[in-house]
Structures are given as C-alpha cells and as structure tokens.
C-alpha cells in the first residue's frame, strides 16, 4: 500500500465493486479517482462513507458506475493491495455472470467470493502474510514419472476405469461420470488430476466436495497421493470449517498458483485460479451445492459455467446424479450436452473382477445365483423391503429386520440404522387436552430432547425445559408422540439387551459384553472433533449398531457395515416438493453404497426399507440399483407436468411483520408486472412466457415471528426468465418503497430454487 491518496487534475477514474448493504440505494459499483490506471481485477482500498474498504477495480466499459457521479465529489481510491496480482478476466466474467443469473448486485458477489481477511487486515499485516507465502513450485521438484503414478500410491485402474479416464482425456466434455457407489470414481478423479498435473507443469485443478467434514477421507486421499509428489503448499482447502487466517493462506496459494489442487466446498468454485484446467464436482446431485443465502448460486452450474470461461474440462460424479445432470447428459442426438460415462461396477465385484481377469464365462456360485434372480447387480447390496401392514401395529423394527441386526451382531459386522429426524420425538403433546409442543414463534412444533430435557425448536432455536406438566391443564402425563433418532437409539439398546457379543466372556462380563449402540447426527456432532471421533470408533470396530439421520449416510468409507435399514422412509413419497422422491432414492441409494464396501462381505450386504408402500416404483427401481429407470420415471413425470429440467423456475420470497403484507407485496410486484411492463417495448413477447403464481405462504410459514410468503415464476425458456427477472428487480424496489410495503423486512429472489 504505497499508494498515496493525493487531488490530481491528471488523475484516472476508475469503476471499483464494493460490498454495499443489500438494497441500498447506493449500488455497489462505484467511481474513485486513481494516480495510475489500475488494470480491471486489481484489489485496492477505498473509502467508503467513514469507513476503508476492499474494492475491486472493474472494466469501466462494460459496467456503469451506479453511485456519485459528480466529478468534484469523486474520491481517492486510498491504495493498491500491493504483492497481489489482480484477479483475471475469467474470474470477473464468472463474478458477473453469477451476479447477472442469481439477480445480486456485482459486488456483493464478488466481495462474499474472496477471503473475509482480505477485508479485515491492514496494509502492514498483509505485507507480512505475502512475506510468508511459498515460493511458486520450481519447475525440477518431484514430477512424478509415467501417466500411472510409478512411484506413488496410485492403484491398477479396473477396464471401466480406464475407460472412463481415455474419454475425459480425449473428449471436451462437461462429462457426467455415472459410477455405482465403490465404482471407484474418487479413484478417476485422483487420475485425472495427476495426468494433467504431470502433463502441465503450471496447471491447477479444483476438486469440489458437498461438505469436507462428511467426506475427510476424500481430503485424506488427495493429501496422501499429491503431497508426497508435489510438497505440502500444493494441495489447499477452500472451506467455511476453516479460520479466516487459512482461509486467506489457502487462497493466496490458490491464486498466486503455488497451489495445484484446491479441494473445496461450493464456495472454492469462486477461488481464484490463474491456471485452473480441470474442475470435479463430486457427489454432484447433493443439494449442499446450492447456496441458502445471499446469492443463492448452484457451484455445480457454475463449475461448468467457469470451465468453459477457463478452458478447463469438468467432470460431474454421481451414482445418482441430479436428475438435470442425467437430462442433460441424455444422447447428443436428442440434445444433451454433457458426455455420460459409465461405471456400473463396484470395484472388487466378481463381475468387475471377471472382466479384468478376462474371464466373463466363470460359473456363478449359488449366492450370486441368488441375488441374481432378485435383480441385484454384482457387488451391490440386496434390497429388501418389509411391507409394515404386516407387522405389528406401531412395530419401530419389524420382526426379520431385528432378527437381521441380531444375525449381524453374532456374525461380528456392523449395522446402520437411520431416520431423517433427529431429537427423541418430534412432538411433546398432552393426552388429556390435546396440547402439544407448539414453537411459540414459529409455525412449527418444538422437538423433544430427551438428554437435557429440553423442547427446541429446529427453525429459530428458542429452547425451553420440558414442563413438568401440561401448561394448559396441568395434567402431569404428557408423552412424546413420534421418534427422532434419539429415542431410536434407545429403542434399539432396549430391543437388543439380552444380545451379547460373540467372544466376548470375561471375569467383568462372564455373559458376553452388550451390544454397543451408537448414534451421529447433527446433535452429537456439535463440538468440533466429535464427528472425526465418532467416525473413528465406527471404523474401529467399536460400535454394533450406528443410528444416525443422513449424515451418516452419505460419503464414509465404512468397511464392515453389512446392513443398512431405513425405518420409516415413506414420508417423501408423498410430499408436496416435487424433488422429494429424486432426494429419496439418492438417499436411499447412497445409503446402500455404505453396505458391504468391503468386498468379501460385499454378497451378504443388505439393505432393508420398511415400508406401508412396498410396490411403489421408487422402492422397485431402488431393488434392482436401476437408478436410470428411476430417472426415466421422474423424467416422463416432470416433462408431463411442466416441472424442471423442462421449464426454469425462480422464486421470490418476501419476509415481513404480517403475511397479508408480505403476500400483497408480491401480488403487486406481480400485478405490476403484468400491467406496466407489458407496455414496455418489446416485452409482450417476453412475458407471454411468463407465467406468474399469485403469493402463498411458505410451508413453514411463520419463523422466529417472520410471516414469510413467496411466489413462483416460471418459463419454458430460461434466458425469458432472465430477462423478465432482471427488469421485474426495478418493480421489486418500487413496490418495496411504497407506504402498503411498510411491514416488509425483505425480500429475495432465488433462480433455480431447490426446495418450493
Ligand atoms: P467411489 O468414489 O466410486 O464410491 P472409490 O473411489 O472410493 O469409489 O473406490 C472404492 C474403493 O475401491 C476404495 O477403497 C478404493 O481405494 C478402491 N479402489 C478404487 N479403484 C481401485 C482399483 N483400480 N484397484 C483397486 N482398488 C481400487
Ligand atoms: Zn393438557
Ligand atoms: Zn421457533
């Protein structure tokens, strides 16, 4: 920051983003006087009302300033972030382009897409941290030889494999790489990575993960593969479980190119990367991808987005890709755009093994027989599903899924039970007067929590002790209605108490030890480190049976799970969230992927569903792994009804003190819409497109005293939505300025919205 702020008739003016509150009427683009031409990209500091802030110097022809324009007013930029090249054009193509598509200013964007102490630190302390960055990687350290990885850790690819590996070597891509769970895509991805890194000595490569806390493994296996090979700067992780000192650290690799690989959550896809030729998206389909707040991007559109900014290739992984992944990766002949590649077989799988070993004819053993006849594909778990109108009423385990478990717990393996509710039960009620746990601020009931005795509320928190009787007629007996994981975990140490485990006789259990139950989910999780723990005495054998919501469905690597039970998963059958059964089977099917990983327990894994729906289609497809037929369905269904892939949608949400307000704000933003823009020229075209939902409350609709309602729009084609949302952001503001408006708190407008 050598910069001088100094009055100068010669000086150059200069278009900078800053990050303005949301909505201000000030806009974030602004003009600031400078010495020298500064090149657009260049990070400096910039006064700001009272305050010194980071901006970022923008191409002056393509972006008006949207603030003070009188020249005698414009001020000094205060200096330049010396040491720091300025961010490329594609970086600032991509920043404009999320800015533009997710309807948020530019420099909000851009701002929340560089590290917070970018922002924070003084000129001096910057300085220092510059000082202490590695020296970019010298062109003689450790290249690895041959295109296999000789030298490193890197396995024998299987035929599909190397299939896949010649197809992204060889095609331009995006590639959606459909492999089964345990195909061995992480395996792909570390491939690719290394030939590219091998092949060009400058490259980086991005890997992107949902949540690094679920996957440490992945982290783990880029660090144990790249580090030896290429030093320990040059693998970084870009992640909102960091502190802001590693955050800026890993950044500054990432940008100054000393880091080769970033291995990242959504936000990394923002990181700057001068070299950045190869963008994995991995587990592509889980909706982590898609950012809550602020600018409510997808990192996985926008990773295909930059690669084609960047010139990198991106591949998308999935066993059970989003169902617009999968349509857009349908046959180039029919429109897709994408290259499907496939790897249906789980590594280690006799029918893997046989194709390898080039002997497809080997006879087939009586299990294999078996599991044939129930449509199982080799090396993949068998699902069964347990018609609960035949069990018992209010049964939690069915007979033979208990009997399962015990079989497993004698046999030494482990089971995986889980249920997408945690707490003990959802709901507190009053068996006299009919009073139940209701949130005093929310339109939602409070959970029960059996092990500090509290009612909390999962929407805003309020949490109180259980009442030691009815509030309201003071009846002393009031139960939980329902089951969470808490009371699941219970249930199962009760139904297996008598159990004991094989081996296990000693002087303090001269019976046998109990079996060891063993719950994760967001609740026992909540310190940092309990999850690593708990993971680590699941991997150590140390637990019999885990119960858990889907955190423990997704990603580890556990070896000795054999059996995998969804108690009670019909609910998304019926939901009104159309994306409810795609989230359902990738659950479901991701679940399965988590038995029988090991592949000498590979043929006796199951799955279990209990279910009051065992003919329903999904459970069907899910029986035979057919994720693409799951796929077809859905898709027939949607393209039927008018719902994505087949039409683009966004949604408005607008937050105030009363729903009537927050509901007539969107009605006459609407209503507005439809009578004034039409006017406009050109436009009748436009929003003959457009189809207008009048304003609903939202299906929680009250939260912490926020009435919150919202309104779809949609369209057949996406670029009219664009278009009609950038010009309808003017009538938004209008309508928001006018008195009937007075009890609104906010407003936003989410593009392609996940949950509706
Ligand atoms: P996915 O990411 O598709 O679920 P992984 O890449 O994690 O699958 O592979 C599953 C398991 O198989 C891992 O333990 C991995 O180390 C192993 N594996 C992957 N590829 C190979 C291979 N070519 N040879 C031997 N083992 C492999
Ligand atoms: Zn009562
Ligand atoms: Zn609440």
């Not at 035949?390 to 033979?400: C, D, E, K, M, Y």
């Not at 009620?429 to 500090?452: L, M, N, Q, Y």
């Not at 991701?590 to 289609?617: K, M």
């Not at 010009?727 to 407008?749: E, T």
Request: net charge positive.
């Amino acid at each position: 920051m050598s910069f001088p702020a100094r009055a100068n008739p010669m000086s150059h003016w200069l278009c900078v983003l800053v990050q303005t509150p949301a909505h201000a009427s000030l806009g974030s683009v602004l003009s600031y006087r400078s010495e020298s031409t500064l090149a657009a990209g260049t990070l400096v500091r910039v006064p700001l009302g009272k305050r010194e802030t980071l901006g970022v110097v923008w191409d002056s022809t393509s972006t008006h300033a949207t603030g003070e324009l009188d020249p005698g007013k414009i001020r000094a930029i205060s200096g330049v972030l010396e040491g720091i090249e300025p961010l490329n054009t594609a970086w600032q193509q991509l920043v404009t382009f999320a800015a533009h598509y997710y309807q948020r200013s530019l420099g909000e964007v851009a701002l929340a897409a560089l590290p917070p102490q970018l922002r924070e630190l003084t000129a001096v302390q910057m300085q220092r941290r510059l000082r202490r960055r590695p020296a970019p990687p010298a062109a003689a350290q450790a290249i690895p030889t041959g295109g296999d990885g000789a030298g490193s850790n890197a396995a024998v690819l299987s035929d599909e494999q190397r299939a896949a590996v010649a197809q992204i070597q060889a095609q331009r891509g995006p590639f959606l790489l459909f492999g089964a769970t345990g195909s061995g895509k992480t395996e792909v991805y570390l491939h690719c990575v290394q030939t590219l890194l091998t092949e060009q000595p400058q490259a980086q490569a991005l890997v992107m993960v949902p949540e690094i806390n679920l996957t440490p493994q992945l982290e783990a296996r880029f660090k144990a593969r790249f580090e030896p090979l290429y030093g320990a700067d040059a693998v970084v992780s870009l992640h909102s479980g960091m502190t802001n000192p590693q955050r800026l650290k890993s950044w500054l690799g990432a940008h100054s190119g000393s880091a080769r690989i970033v291995l990242g959550t959504r936000m990394a896809v923002f990181a700057s990367m001068p070299t950045l030729r190869l963008i994995i998206v991995d587990e592509e389909h889980d909706p982590s991808y898609k950012s809550g707040e602020g600018a409510r991007y997808s990192a996985r559109d926008l990773a295909v987005y930059r690669a084609r900014l960047d010139g990198a290739k991106v591949v998308l992984g999935s066993a059970t890709p989003s169902l617009e992944s999968w349509h857009h990766s349908r046959p180039a002949a029919e429109g897709g755009r994408y290259l499907r590649l496939l790897m249906p077989s789980r590594i280690g799988s006799p029918a893997a093994a046989a194709l390898n070993a080039n002997k497809a004819n080997a006879p087939l053993t009586l299990q294999q027989t078996t599991r044939a006849a129930a449509g199982t594909p080799d090396g993949l778990p068998l699902v069964r599903r347990v018609d609960m109108n035949h069990q018992p009423r209010n049964a939690v385990f069915s007979i033979p899924l208990l009997e399962a478990i015990k079989e497993r717990v004698a046999r030494g393996e482990q089971s995986m039970v889980f249920l997408n509710r945690r707490g003990y039960a959802p709901v507190l009620h009053c068996t006299d007067c009919g009073w139940k746990s209701e949130c005093p601020h929310c339109s939602a009931f409070r959970v029960f929590h059996k092990i500090d005795r509290t009612l909390r509320c999962h929407h805003c928190g309020f949490t109180e002790r259980v009442p030691r009787a009815c509030p309201t007629c003071g009846n002393p007996d009031i139960a939980p209605l329902g089951r969470g994981t808490e009371r699941l975990e219970e249930h199962v140490a009760e139904l297996l108490a008598d159990v004991r485990r094989p081996g296990t006789v000693s002087s303090q259990y001269p019976d046998g030890e109990p079996v060891r139950v063993a719950r994760i989910d967001a609740d026992t999780t909540r310190q940092k480190g309990e999850l690593q723990s708990q993971l680590a005495a699941v991997h150590a054998g140390d637990v019999d049976v885990l119960v858990g919501t889907q955190m423990i469905a997704k990603g580890h690597d556990f070896r000795r799970i054999t059996l995998v039970a969804a108690v009670n998963p019909d609910g998304a059958l019926f939901s009104s969230d159309f994306r409810a059964a795609e989230r359902l089977f990738a659950l479901l099917m991701q679940a399965a992927g988590r038995a029988g990983r090991d592949a000498s327990l590979g043929e006796h894994s199951e799955v279990w569903i209990q279910t009051f729906q065992p003919a329903h289609p999904l459970y069907a497809a899910l029986k035979r792994h057919d994720y693409p037929e799951f796929a077809a369905t859905q898709l027939k269904e949607r393209a039927q009804a008018g719902l994505p892939p087949f039409t683009a949608q966004a949604l408005v949400r607008a937050e105030a003190r009363t729903q009537e307000v927050a509901q007539a704000f969107l009605n006459t933003a609407s209503q507005t819409a439809r009578a004034d823009m039409a006017l406009w020229d050109g436009w009748a075209d436009i929003l003959e497109q457009i189809t207008l939902y009048p304003a609903v409350p939202m299906s929680i609709q009250r939260v912490a005293n926020i009435e919150r309602a919202q309104m779809l729009v949609e369209s057949p084609s996406r670029s009219a939505l664009q278009q009609f949302l950038t010009a309808w952001q003017a009538v938004l503001h209008a309508v928001r300025q006018q008195p009937q408006s007075s009890g609104m708190i906010r407003w936003a407008i989410d593009v392609d919205p996940l949950a509706i």
